[in-house]
T-cell receptor, first 113, second 114 residues
Framework: GEDVEQSLFLSVREGDSSVINCTYTDSSSTYLYWYKQEPGAGLQLLTYIFSNMDMKQDQRLTVLLNKKDKHLSLRIADTQTGDSAIYFC?????????????FGTGTQLKVEL | EAGVTQFPSHSVIEKGQTVTLRCDPI?????LYWYRRVMGKEIKFLLHFVKESKQDESGMPNNRFLAERTGGTYSTLKVQPAELEDSGVYFCASSPLGPSGTQYFGPGTRLLVL
């Protein structure tokens, strides 16, 4: 079955690195995604990684994937107050020309001055 | 290029009433998805359209929910009659055809059933 888990809260100081962790259960996942939701807004795609990769870097964002342990992490370097949001991890299962996303509960990131 | 849009942004209704949510996907995206986040819980898949056809509706909670996508463009999700537990945020997403198609989400409709 499909199940994605994340810790609920993370608090960091401005300028520090943030690491948000996620575990998933379905080994047939093709892509894994990180979405960001700011207060009152929709889901913004941050980055994604194909399941046969183990790392992807995009500016301040680094995604690490340990497929053996089904563990995904998102590292935000030099975290800023504007990074405060809820971060959702999602695994993707290909079905019928598209893909169904299974989300975690989201991690609330709070950046303190 | 316009993103995914949803209407209304908020809806407050009484238990037993009917509400219809609308989603306009990104032009040219054949895949359209509906998801829902009930307060404090994870975002759950509801259903998936490919053009006008329902590809997967395994996430629809019960027969009070009806989704349509006539003509393969915009989609509506009707809840009739609404119950208290239907309150939450309803997200729509769209993507081009293919397993690697990244889903782009709309801002969501916040539904409150009193």
């Amino acid at each position: 079955g499909e199940d994605v888990e994340q810790s609920l809260f993370l608090s960091v100081r401005e300028g520090d690195s943030s690491v948000i962790n996620c575990t998933y259960t379905d080994s047939s996942s093709t892509y894994l995604y990180w979405y960001k939701q700011e207060p009152g807004a929709g889901l913004q795609l941050l980055t994604y990684i194909f399941s046969n990769m183990d790392m992807k870097q995009d500016q301040r964002l680094t995604v690490l994937l340990n497929k053996k342990d089904k563990h995904l992490s998102l590292r935000i370097a030099d975290t800023q107050t504007g990074d405060s949001a809820i971060y959702f991890c999602a695994e993707s299962i290909s079905r019928g020309g598209g893909n169904k996303l299974t989300f975690g509960t989201g991690t609330q990131l709070k950046v303190e001055l | 290029e316009a993103g995914v849009t949803q209407f209304p942004s908020h809806s407050v209704i009484e238990k037993g009433q009917t509400v219809t949510l609308r989603c306009d996907p990104i032009s040219g995206h054949d895949n359209l998805y509906w998801y829902r986040r009930v307060m404090g819980k994870e975002i759950k898949f509801l259903l998936h359209f490919v053009k006008e056809s329902k590809q997967d509706e395994s996430g629809m909670p019960n027969n009070r929910f009806l989704a349509e996508r006539t003509g393969g463009t915009y989609s509506t999700l009707k809840v009739q009659p609404a119950e208290l537990e239907d309150s939450g945020v309803y997200f729509c997403a769209s993507s081009p055809l293919g397993p690697s198609g990244t889903q782009y989400f709309g801002p969501g409709t916040r539904l409150l059933v009193l």
